[in-house]
């Protein structure tokens, strides 16, 4: 083959994933917004891409808001503005690494579990069962996902926030000299609504990404466990990319706001 040849294969091979990717959304939304709804399902996946992705979503918050007043504090002393280190924190969490941390968190632990879930369940032919039994797997396996996604997230969100705002409190008040009710004066004072509503909007965004890779691609595994593997592996991947690029195209957005 070609160099050409390789280039346009490559380039038709993108196009038409992104076809499918996109065909495979439309499905999976236009399922889970009209009925009948699967209320159980939607349930057990508010439990478990929200509630026990709490404790990984909280320690990566707090541990990067002591880092990122570290380094601000740091960088600041070089031009003598130590006194903005509170409000920078502030803004990078609640607007950047808040809604991105905790999208990255989910796209390991909950993108992959989805896929590893669904991926099985193909393997294993009940999601033929399901047709079979008159159950649409969309609305079944993919739509309650989805809903769950895109509605935890940005309270994961709000919690990291909060503890990663809290963790350069700790830091700032116990290691770097700050008067706590300054810190929080200068915080309370400095932050806007849009700043953490922007912030939220970013994490339902995420949620849907992370949800919508990790069924698409259980959905489509093949091969038997080898396969799930391979899925499982491309939608941690996958979904991981598609959060930086989604939070590049809405800061971009937001920005001009």
């Known amino acids: 083959m070609n160099p050409v040849q390789a280039v346009g294969r490559s380039t038709i091979g993108l196009m038409r994933t992104a076809g499918q990717v996109t065909l495979f959304a439309g499905r999976g939304l236009a399922a889970a917004f009209s009925a009948p709804w699967f209320a159980g399902q939607f349930l057990r996946q508010v439990v478990a891409i929200g509630y026990l992705s709490l404790p990984v979503v909280g320690l990566t918050a707090v541990f990067t808001g002591a880092a990122l007043a570290l380094n601000i504090y740091t960088g600041g002393g070089r031009f003598n503005a ?11 969490i609640t607007r950047e690494l808040g809604p991105v941390l905790a999208a990255l968190m989910l796209a390991g632990r909950v993108s992959a579990a989805i896929a590893a879930e669904i991926g099985a369940m193909r393997a294993t032919e009940q999601i033929d069962a399901l047709k079979t039994l008159s159950t649409d797997p969309f609305r079944y396996l993919v ?20 503890i990663g705002v809290a963790g350069g409190f700790m830091v700032a008040t116990q290691t770097l000299g700050f008067s ?20 939220l ?5 995420f949620g849907f990404i992370v949800a919508l890779m990790g069924a698409y691609h259980g959905y489509h595994a093949s091969g038997g466990a080898r396969g799930v593997g391979r899925a499982t592996t ?22 001009a706001k």
């Open 201 to 205: 909007i970013k994490s339902a965004v």
């Open 143 to 162: 739509a309650p996902r989805l809903l769950a996604a895109i509605l935890t997230l940005p309270f994961l969100t709000a919690v990291a926030d909060t």
């Open 180 to 199: 706590g009710p300054l810190y929080v004066q200068n915080t309370w004072n400095f932050l806007t609504p849009w700043d953490i509503q922007s912030g």
């Open 82 to 92: 130590e006194q903005i280190m509170p409000q920078i924190v502030a803004l990078g």
């Open 234 to 255: 491309h939608a941690v991947v996958s979904a991981a990319i598609l959060v930086f690029a989604a939070d590049y195209v809405l800061t971009s957005l937001f920005s």
